[in-house]
């Protein structure tokens, strides 16, 4: 199994309308959770972090259930400029800056006009 | 400084010729990473440092892959007897350690290597 799983996609939206994707690990050890924005051909970028309360940042809504061990990422009122490969990241210690990230291998999303 | 630097951008190289590529990080972070990303895949770690210091290797660095970062600023990736199995995308990151401020990773604009 592998630590970070997520399904490839693509997931082809609406403009305008919600799409969740989720990610599950396997590594129970797991400490910081987040998600990351990959635009073709660009480097990755922090979308944001991923706490076990959840948190929300404008349209964008993050879960983390440690029991099932999945993340999870809400986008609402999805925009055209939101088409982009969202990549599931966890790492073993806290504050994430360790001895590296785990990335899954991304879920490729197309809003469509 | 606005952010990770790396150099070249793009590298073509022949199998079994070396090449290195240069990170230069966020000038006040002192951990840097080196991560390679092929075609559909997410970006898998290599190796990191904390200023000068190199914590840990991925068993993904083989005997022909070597990172320094001699004065705890910028770094090198230096890839010995290229095959074409190394050609990826290699992406730099830098970051606060944990517990100093915001500890998320900056990456790079990455380098591409192609190995014919």
């Known amino acids: 199994r592998k630590e970070v799983e997520q399904d490839p996609g693509p997931f082809n939206v609406p403009e305008g309308a919600t799409v969740a994707f989720n990610c599950t690990y396997s590594n129970s050890a797991s400490q910081s959770f987040f998600w990351y924005r990959q635009d073709c051909r660009k480097e990755p970028k922090l979308l944001m972090s991923v706490y076990s309360s959840g948190n929300e940042d404008g349209r964008f809504t993050a879960q983390l259930n440690r029991a099932s061990q999945y993340i999870s990422l809400l986008i609402r009122d999805s925009k055209l400029s939101d088409s982009a490969t969202y990549l599931c990241v966890v790492s073993k210690h806290s504050g994430g800056g360790a001895d590296g990230l785990t990335f899954g291998k991304g879920t490729h999303l197309i809003i469509q006009p | ?116």
Not at chain 2, 3 to 25: A, E, L, M, W, Y
Not at chain 2, 37 to 50: H, N
Not at chain 2, 96 to 102: A, K, T, V
């Open chain 2, 1 to 116: 400084d606005t952010g990770v630097s790396q150099d070249p951008r793009h590298k073509i190289t022949k199998r079994g010729q070396n090449v290195t590529f240069r990170c230069d990080p966020i000038s006040e972070h002192n951990r840097l990473y080196w991560y390679r990303q092929t075609l559909g895949q997410g970006p898998e770690f290599l190796t990191y440092f904390q200023n000068e210091a190199q914590l840990e290797k991925s068993r993904l660095l083989s005997d022909r892959f070597s990172a320094e970062r001699p004065k705890g600023s910028f770094s090198t990736l230096e890839i010995q007897r290229t095959e074409q199995g190394d050609s990826a995308m290699y992406l730099c990151a830098s970051s606060l350690p944990p517990g100093r401020g915001d500890y998320g990773y900056t990456f790079g604009s990455g380098t591409r290597l192609t190995v014919v």
